[in-house]
């Protein structure tokens, strides 16, 4: 490996779980992501050749794009600070750029070459020091704490700083700094906002995620008299996108995962929804205040549900309320489902980097002309941008 090149580190393993349509369709959306980013990373001349750690059929596919090295990797197999320091050992390389599949899409070249001039001077960096879906490092200044690093890779900007003695540079907040996937409704609102040729896009044209209603999202939110109901792990930087390039009021819930651990979950905004009165009261109040919705599920049901089944909650995403048998699941999704109002669920990055999406949508187009919401096909900004400097693949 050159030393003087970031050596980019993809994990992208898959749970070990029986798959049915939804999780195959979940997996499918972020191989094709994944092979987007590794076409984009081969174009540029200060990255190495990827590794990726990943299963034999994505390592397949990449293979047929790009240049890679392969590691088949399950997802529960190794420890990503142990698995991070034997590739860097058996590749020999210090400069690494670790993140997942469901990252960095939409990272820019200035972006990606901002990390780079970052590198060289000796700082780490990332998007989030204490949970971050990227980090880039000199792994010879952690070699020897990467043993005791979180077995995930989200925990790893936080070692750094802590243990490593590390200076953070933490990158600007954009689309491509807090855009991770991880819901059927990132992906819709990703093929609304991507006007350009990629694997992504030809995945999505015949996957089961284009029944999600952004459309409708899209036209509540452009409207004078519209009225968003935003719930979840909010950024207040997103929150300013949101206020000041959606049109209709707004009205703002951001509370943590954290408060169940705390033992707080009874006194948060929704902590109630555990009375049926009040669950009922919500659904009513919601039809009549509100004109949208979108919502971070992941907190609602971490405090009810205990998280839930890996795919029942991906079925939620979609309203699919049948296929699911957890009760307060079921029953959240079925009035969602129920109501004349189009809403969004999702995770943190829905709530994120899904609103700057939508955001960038409204602004490229026509404000105020709602017909132009059926095309949605605008310049992009060249901050946001999906492609390098060398143009469309």
């Given amino acids: 490996m050159d030393n003087d090149k970031i050596t980019p580190v993809i994990m992208e393993p898959w749970p070990s779980v029986e798959e049915n349509i939804i999780l195959s369709s979940i997996k ?20 190495n050749v990827p590794i990726v750690c990943a299963d034999e059929s994505l390592l397949r596919d990449a293979a047929s794009c790009v240049e890679i090295l392969a590691e088949s990797a399950e997802y529960s197999d190794e420890h990503a600070g142990k698995c991070l320091a034997r590739l860097a050992k058996k590749y020999k390389f210090d400069k690494a750029m670790f993140f997942s599949g469901g990252s960095c899409f939409f990272l820019s070249y200035d972006e990606l070459l901002f990390i780079y001039e970052r590198l060289k001077k000796g700082r780490f960096i990332s998007n989030n020091l204490y949970s971050s879906d990227f980090v880039c490092f000199n792994v010879s200044d952690a070699a020897y704490y990467l043993d005791f690093f979180p077995s995930k890779d989200n925990g790893f900007s936080h070692c750094l700083s802590k243990y490593c003695g590390l200076e953070a540079c933490i990158m600007p907040f954009s689309l491509g700094t807090v855009f991770d996937a991880d819901s059927p409704a990132d992906f819709a609102i990703m093929a609304k906002y991507i006007d350009w040729d990629c694997y992504f896009k030809k995945f999505f044209q015949k ?5 999600i209603d952004v459309d409708g999202i899209l036209q509540r939110l452009i409207e004078n008299d519209g009225e968003l109901f935003l719930y979840g792990r909010i950024n207040p930087f997103a929150a300013a996108f949101v206020d000041k390039l959606f049109k209709c009021r707004k009205r703002f819930v951001s509370e943590e995962r954290g408060l169940k ?25 919601f039809e009549k205040v509100f004109s949208c919705g979108i919502f971070d599920t992941r907190v609602i049901f971490s405090l009810f549900a205990g998280s839930g089944r890996f795919d029942e909650i991906y079925f939620s995403d979609l309203l699919l309320w049948k296929n699911i048998e957890e009760p307060f699941i079921r029953e959240f999704t079925y009035r969602a489902c129920a109501s004349d109002n189009p809403v969004l669920f999702g995770g943190h990055s829905l709530v994120n980097g899904g609103i700057m999406a939508l955001s960038e949508i409204i602004r490229r187009n026509n404000f105020d002309d709602p017909d132009n919401l059926s095309g949605m096909q605008g310049q992009r900004s060249g901050k946001m941008s999906g492609l390098s400097k060398h143009g469309k693949r």
């Avoid at 651990?261 to 109040?285: E, I, M, P, Q």
Wanted: proline share 0%; hydrophobic share 40%; glycine share 4%.
């Fill in 28 to 47: 499918a959306a972020r191989h094709a992501m994944t092979l987007d980013t590794l076409c984009k990373l081969s174009t540029l001349d200060f990255f």
């Fill in 207 to 211: 996957s089961i995620f284009c029944s």
């Fill in 261 to 285: 651990s705390k033992g707080c979950a009874s006194y948060t905004v929704l902590g109630s929804l555990r009375d049926k009165y009040v669950f009922d009261a919500f659904w009513h109040n």
